[in-house]
């Protein structure tokens, strides 16, 4: 039996060793958190209990759990914990009608493989198509069952492959219909509705509008076959856009336009809070544009358009910004190509320092980008993947620092065996292993700073200073490291 003193010794031993390893705990701790804030390199969003706007679902994309895409400042969010999501996407837009025909439906689940199977993790496609074949709105509010089970299974298969989607409610341009399908519809209900402004009466027109708020009600409201599941509760939809590249050059104030995005929006917004919303401009900047912004316009014409890219995306209900970059379409006759890859820098680099400025931080997403490699374009399909590569590295800029470049989708991805509708833009991934690389790379880079960037800034950005501020930027070289 050991004697008093040997045991006060032996305890009063305990004693230091526990406070020394409870020392070095808090030392390694201190040292985590301050390897998060000592650094000015990054800006990183982390969400508290207190700021988290949780939905009704489960959410953490690509962490097994799926809930709806939020945004926090100039980012995208998923999970509670605010996790940032910088994706890399695509666009498919025919996808619900080659839905439709059983002979081709396999098409859309192939498409959704090979995305999944490169990091993809966001593909917009067409949520209309009006009059005309396979048209889902045959006339105003009246749709073709079969054609709205089509885009549900668009719905279920990309939630299979954990791809989300933007979905597009209008056309501008007269593919599958378009605004001049709608005046059409109203030219045909009588003699007393106003047209004068042609096509461009889908922003103004009465009947017109009423026709469209319509269709967006049906279109939100509509329950997946498939999965059980209503459009406006579905994580798998990321985002509805009011319409493709709007435009109503009939007034080049842009007021007619601007008044329809504020009508538009709010209807949005009534039926569907949860989800985010997108103008789908290709972002020009207009007549309320500084003059020095209007000089980063392709050409002179892209500023009568009717559209502003700052003043289109201060509305209330537009969650994020959205762009178009298409140097090839918009740039003089003859542009080579450095030319046409400067301006996409450059195009990029503006629209993510407005979006961070003027708009007081919003996400901005460069929703459709590439450049032809058709007979005769300055591109071929060795070429292109330069083009690629300066736009994923504009974009890589801004994540590297927590901006808010969110994202760019490549105009377009193609399944094999549909190159009869190529436009000269189509990247077929199987066929084109260099593309494929360069977007593999570029979707790793992402993912591994969404996941490790947010577990890297937990332990720092929920510090607060003593005013009860988060620190303005956060060291996260664990990712900066990761995405070089």
Same mark, same amino acid.
């Given at each position: ?17 526990? $406070? ?14 301050? @390897? ?9 969003? @982390? ?24 945004? &926090? ?43 999944? %199977? ?42 299979? @492959? ?81 319409? *493709?590249?709007? &435009? ?50 392709? *050409? ?19 969650? $994020?910004?959205?762009? @178009? ?51 005769? %374009?300055? $591109? ?6 330069? $083009? ?11 994540? &590297? ?28 991934? #199987?066929?084109? #292993? ?51």
């Amino acid at each position: 039996m050991a004697t008093y003193r040997e045991e006060t010794r032996r305890a009063t031993l305990l004693q230091c060793l526990s $406070f020394f390893l409870l020392g070095a705990i808090a030392m390694a701790a201190a040292i985590a958190v301050l @390897h998060v804030s000592s650094s000015e390199y990054w800006r990183c969003s @982390h969400l508290t209990a207190a700021d988290d706007d949780r939905s009704s679902s489960e959410v953490v994309d690509g962490g097994g759990e799926w809930g709806m895409v939020r945004t &926090r400042g100039a980012q995208f969010v998923v999970g509670d914990g605010g996790r940032p999501f910088y994706m890399n996407g695509f666009n498919t837009y025919w996808l619900m009608v080659l839905a439709v025909d059983a002979s081709t439906r396999g098409k859309v689940t192939e498409v959704f493989q090979q995305a999944a %199977a490169v990091g993809l993790t966001v593909c917009r496609t067409w949520a209309f198509n009006d009059g005309g074949w396979r048209a889902l709105q045959k006339s105003p509010g009246v749709y073709d069952e079969e054609v709205f089970k089509a885009l549900d299974f668009v719905v279920s298969e990309a939630r299979k @492959h954990k791809i989300r989607l933007i979905l597009p409610l209008s056309n501008n341009w007269d593919g599958y219909g378009g605004k001049a399908q709608y005046v059409r519809w109203a030219q045909a209900a009588g003699p007393n509705v106003n047209l004068t402004s042609g096509a461009d009466a889908f922003f103004s027109d009465e009947t017109v509008r009423g026709y469209f708020k319509s269709h967006v009600r049906a279109m939100l409201m509509r329950v997946n076959t498939y999965t059980g599941v209503a459009y406006r509760d579905d994580p798998t939809i990321m985002a509805w856009e009011l319409m *493709n590249e709007p &435009r109503c050059a009939s007034d080049p104030t842009g007021d007619t336009l601007q008044a329809w995005i504020r009508e538009m929006a709010f209807h949005v917004k009534s039926i569907d809070p949860a989800h985010l919303l997108g103008v789908g401009t290709e972002g020009f900047y207009g007549p309320s544009s500084p003059t020095g912004r209007l000089r980063a316009n392709p *050409n002179a014409e892209a500023a009568l358009v009717g559209t502003d890219f700052c003043r289109n995306h201060r509305v209330l209900g537009v969650d $994020f910004a959205s762009v @178009h970059v298409y140097p090839d379409n918009w740039l003089p006759a003859g542009a080579t190509q450095e030319a046409q890859v400067r301006f996409a820098t450059s195009w990029v680099e503006a629209h993510i320092a407005d979006a961070e400025g003027v708009l007081g931080g919003m996400p901005v997403l460069f929703a459709e980008f590439g450049v032809s490699t058709k007979a005769g %374009a300055a $591109f071929n399909a060795t070429s292109r993947d330069a $083009f690629i590569e300066a736009v994923y590295g504009a974009m890589l800029r801004s994540t &590297r620092r927590g901006g808010g470049g969110a994202g760019a989708l490549l105009w377009q991805v193609f399944p094999e065996g549909t190159e009869y509708m190529d436009d000269g833009y189509a990247v077929v991934l #199987p066929r084109a #292993p260099a593309t494929t690389g360069i977007m593999a790379a570029h979707s790793r880079r992402l993912q591994m700073f969404n996941s490790r960037c947010a577990w890297s800034c937990r332990w720092g950005c929920n510090k607060r200073d003593a005013g009860g501020q988060r620190p303005p930027s956060m060291n996260c070289d664990i990712c900066r490291d990761d995405i070089r």
